[in-house]
């Protein structure tokens, strides 16, 4: 089955920064990446998502990159404020498979 | 609110005993999918069904078990528990029997065993 790793599991950056968490996966047949974000306490929610058929998306403050031939794709954001401060996961999934999730990268965006 | 319903929002209870998580998904979507969230394991797939029919299983103990009734929502049970199924259970659904438009999550049961 598919295996997501996901680094670094916690990033700290001042207020400001870029902030960039990467994940690899391990199944070729994966095509859909999604990323969620986790508040504390809270549920996941999508936040973007990138399909095998394109090597970048962006909206507004974030951008994800996809790179098939390495098996790895990135989340990158700009401008870092406060409440950008959550838990990121990644995921992957070949269709009808189910969602595969990374163990998470805890944000932390200091004023 | 994210359209998915889940019930109870907390739940304590003894080990040993039984308890019943309740989901109701978003309106028209006709998948639900259970997962597991500890400190340390992050979001662990347990299974998932579409429109009434099991169509994949992931890391689920044999303790537990699931259904989806006529109507879509699901029901996740837990027996025999144990102080390490104290975890945040997360149900989500999707329109399709894949993830091509994304998962919603539901606000998720936190379940502590004493």
């Known amino acids: 089955g598919e295996n997501v790793e996901q680094h670094p599991s916690t990033l700290s950056v001042q207020e400001g920064d870029s902030a960039v968490i990467k994940c690899t996966y391990s199944d070729s047949a994966s095509n859909y990446f999604p990323w969620y974000k986790q508040e504390l306490g809270k549920r996941p929610q999508l936040i973007i998502d990138?399909?095998?058929?394109?090597g970048e998306k962006k909206d507004q403050r974030i951008a994800v990159t996809l790179n098939k031939t390495a098996k790895h794709f990135s989340l990158h954001i700009t401008e870092t404020q406060p409440e950008d401060s959550a838990v990121y996961f990644c995921?992957?999934?070949?269709?009808?498979?189910?969602?595969?999730f990374g163990k998470g990268t805890m944000l932390l965006v200091s004023p | 609110d994210s359209g998915v319903t889940q019930t109870p929002k907390h739940l304590i209870t003894a080990t040993g005993q039984r308890v019943t998580l309740r989901c109701s998904p978003r309106s028209g979507d006709l998948s639900v999918y259970w997962y597991q969230q500890s400190l340390d394991q992050g979001l662990q797939f347990l299974i998932q069904y579409y429109n009434g029919e099991e169509r994949a299983k992931g890391n689920i103990l044999e303790r537990f078990s699931a259904q989806q009734f006529p109507d879509l929502h699901s029901e996740l049970n837990l027996s025999s528990l144990e102080l390490g199924d104290s975890a945040l259970y997360f149900c989500?659904?999707?329109?399709?029997?894949?993830?091509?438009?994304?998962?919603?999550f539901g606000s998720g049961t936190r379940l502590t065993v004493v």
């Open positions: 989500a659904s999707s329109y399709t029997g894949g993830v091509d438009y994304g998962y919603t």
């Open positions: 990138i399909r095998s058929n394109v």
């Open positions: 995921a992957a999934s070949g269709g009808y498979s189910t969602l595969t």
